[in-house]
């Protein structure tokens, strides 16, 4: 109980190792100062050398527009041709000095831009609609992704071909909005959500290679390669294509439209504002362009940007992606009516597991428009860049074990 | 003899712990049932024990000298782990720092005055009950509004402040417990010299608390080093080992090691943390040894 406070003995010492521990706090505090200049949390494209001179030059003269793009996700060639663009410096040629912001866990895209934090977003048309009728004023201005690239895979032993079949079964679905094509393709096929076991999946398909899930979702550009790239313990060699059953929502009428470029409702009756989409969108569709055509490259450049995929991964990516947008109808980023229709129709009828539907009532006219991206069409056509991509071919890509 | 052996031991069993935890991992996985134990039909309640769900423990090792990828000029996963390592430790830091700062003030404010502590102590408290995925988002929207002097708040700003907001509770509620810690008689004497506040705070208060405030302030680097990297999935920032983790779940099909390295990472920045916050406690053990009575 004795307590004693000595202000004598072992001063000089303690002053010492407080000193020593003062100066080790200060040392990582510098450190990470020093941090703070290279890094920020905004992706630094590498551009090549003219562009990063060029770009230099225009923000010295004061003559670039600053733009923040928020993305769905973290870097990753899905968002290729925003990278492209500003790697090419399409988007300096149109006097935008474009920031990419990627995304996170817990980051909504819609409602980062809808808070005017951002200066456009990309997101899924079903996530934003939801978002759209709490009250949220943005407006789909480019469908990027003509082809929903969300399937539901098995083994083939298990003998799903058909969303029928999903009865039964253990069915996979990451929720938070990425479960709708699932549910609306079991709908049609009058399997209730009472049919199946619905499992929580994770990042990984791990519980789908151990038999967890039946039948896991995957994106073709991803889940569906993390499968290929492992190793199948039977044979040795990595799965391939025909030790799986792909239903593929596109075929059964139930897919949704996804990634497309949503701006601000009541910003784009300012000229400005909406010139500067129109801009936006030109250089972005000339980026996806640039990936259409060098698959390679874009790939290089997702990848110098942070992302931290293997390299035969997110050439696959790079490649599948491509596939979604290539070749397209209309040219790219025309928001298609029908497939519109469905997407909202889908979003207005299929109940989930509470009961719940996306949205209880059509979505505003604002919803939508293809009022910028048809000027963007026109002056990219006057530059001789080809929209459309009629002959364009996929190349072939080979994973790698780990996707390494 | 002795003293070596003394000096020694802690560290033989420090290492003999992990061996053991190590070896239990690799028995399990060599003579545990393949498909894990179930309780009933669907309740897993030991691991699977295939190379998909338990990678070799000399597997996960061995990644760490691999390349990341198999790009040209790929570091391998030790040096991208020790980069991403540093960058969080450093946000851990920073935010440990404005937590104990804030920790130690509130501590004050309510050791002074009894209507701050019935005022403040239920919102500290409390702000612990907000999920930290909430708040997240909320603090990098709210950080991204705010211009501090010409400088631009960023993402590693958010963070931070979110590592702070974790590191802060045990500090405060520590430090209060710590300052109010000297017995009555004692301050009875301070109050009989008739020395003031500020001087009791400084030759009572203060070294009293110091057995209370070390532990407090290890947690509270634990606490910032999870905030740092939870808040770093949460808002997506790239460069530090949460990203990481996201990043590398992906392969955790096809390269079953490669999840495990920033895990591990993180589990090596939380030691060093916790192991400087000691070298604080070594600066302040004379405070430590004739303080701790209780």
């Avoid at chain 1, 996530?127 to 003509?146: C, D, H, M, P, W």
């Amino acid at each position: 109980m004795k307590m004693s406070i000595h202000r004598s003995r072992g001063s000089a010492r303690r002053t010492a190792r407080l000193g020593a521990a003062l100066a080790l706090a200060g040392a990582v505090l510098a450190a990470c100062g020093d941090d703070d200049g290279g890094s920020s949390s905004n992706v630094d494209v590498k551009a090549d050398e003219d562009c990063a001179a060029r770009t230099q030059e225009a923000r010295d003269a004061g003559e670039l527009t600053e733009v923040k793009l928020q993305l769905q996700w973290v870097s990753q060639a899905q968002f290729a041709g925003y990278y492209a663009a500003v790697a090419k410096c399409y988007y300096v040629d149109e006097g935008l000095d474009v920031t990419i912001v990627e995304g996170g866990v817990d980051i909504v895209p819609q409602d980062v831009l809808a808070a005017g934090d951002v200066d456009y977003a990309i997101s899924w048309v079903p996530k934003v609609l939801g978002s759209i009728e709490q009250g949220a004023r943005i407006t789909n201005v480019a469908q990027i992704y003509e082809r929903s690239a969300t399937t539901q895979i098995s083994f083939k032993d298990k003998g799903i071909t058909e969303p029928a079949d999903l009865a039964g079964k253990n069915v996979g679905s990451w929720g938070y909005g990425n479960e709708w094509e699932l549910f609306a393709g079991m709908q049609d096929a009058d399997v209730t959500l009472d049919d199946i076991t619905l499992v929580q999946q994770a990042f990984d398909m791990n519980a789908f290679l151990a038999g967890d899930i039946d039948a896991a979702q995957a994106m073709t550009y991803n889940e569906y390669a993390q499968v290929l790239e492992t190793v199948n313990p039977e044979t040795g060699e990595l799965y391939t294509a025909d030790d799986l059953n792909v239903i593929d929502w596109i075929e059964t009428g139930s897919a949704m439209l996804q990634d497309a470029i949503w701006a601000q409702t009541e910003k784009l009756s300012d000229t400005a504002y909406a010139d500067q989409t129109v801009a936006f969108i030109k250089a972005s569709i000339e980026g996806w362009a640039f990936v259409r055509d060098n698959p390679e490259e874009a790939a290089q450049i997702v990848t110098d940007s942070g992302s931290q995929l293997g390299a035969s991964h997110q050439l696959w990516m790079t490649n599948e992606v491509n596939k979604l947008l290539w070749p397209s109808t209309n040219g790219v980023g025309t928001i298609d009516e029908a497939a519109w229709k469905q997407t909202v129709d889908i979003a207005l009828g299929t109940q989930n597991e509470t009961g719940a539907t996306i949205i209880s009532k059509a979505p505003p006219e604002t919803a939508y428009t293809n009022e910028y991206v048809e000027k963007a069409l026109a002056a990219l056509e006057e530059d001789g860049v080809d929209t459309i991509g009629a002959d364009y071919t996929p190349i072939e890509v080979t994973l790698a074990e780990g996707g390494k | 003899m002795t003293t070596t052996w003394t000096r020694i031991r802690p560290v033989l069993l420090g290492a003999l712990g992990v061996g053991l935890v190590v070896a239990v991992w690799d028995l399990y996985k060599a003579f545990g049932p393949e498909e894990g134990v179930r309780l009933g039909e669907r309740t897993l309640i030991l691991p699977r024990t295939t190379d998909l769900a338990m990678p070799h423990s000399w597997e996960m090792v061995q990644r760490f000298g691999e390349p990341v990828t198999s790009l040209a000029g790929s570091p391998t996963a030790f040096e991208a782990v020790w980069d991403a390592g540093l960058f969080s430790l450093g946000l851990a830091t920073r935010g440990w720092v404005i937590g104990v700062v804030i920790g130690l003030l509130l501590a004050l404010v309510m050791c002074r005055f009894r209507i701050a502590e019935s005022a403040i102590l239920p919102w500290v408290v409390l702000s612990q009950t907000v999920p930290l995925i909430a708040i997240a988002p909320l603090v990098r929207r709210w950080g991204s509004q705010i211009d501090l002097f010409g400088h631009v708040w960023t993402s590693e700003d958010s963070v931070a402040v979110i590592a702070a907001y974790l590191a802060f509770f045990p500090v405060a509620v520590g430090a209060l417990r710590g300052l109010k810690s000297p017995a009555r008689t004692h301050l009875d004497l301070m109050h009989a010299y008739g020395v003031g506040w500020w001087r009791t705070l400084l030759v009572l208060r203060l070294p009293a608390s110091v057995p209370f405030l070390l532990p407090a302030l290890r947690l509270g680097a634990a606490s910032a080093v999870v905030g740092a990297v939870v808040a770093e999935v949460s808002i997506g920032l790239k460069g530090g080992l949460g990203r990481m983790v996201i990043d590398y779940a992906q392969s955790a099909s096809g390269d079953p090691a490669k999840p495990w390295a920033p895990i591990f990472g993180a589990v090596a920045i939380g030691l060093v943390a916790a192991g400087a916050v000691g070298l604080i406690g070594l600066a302040l053990r004379p405070f430590r040894v004739t303080g701790a009575f209780r």
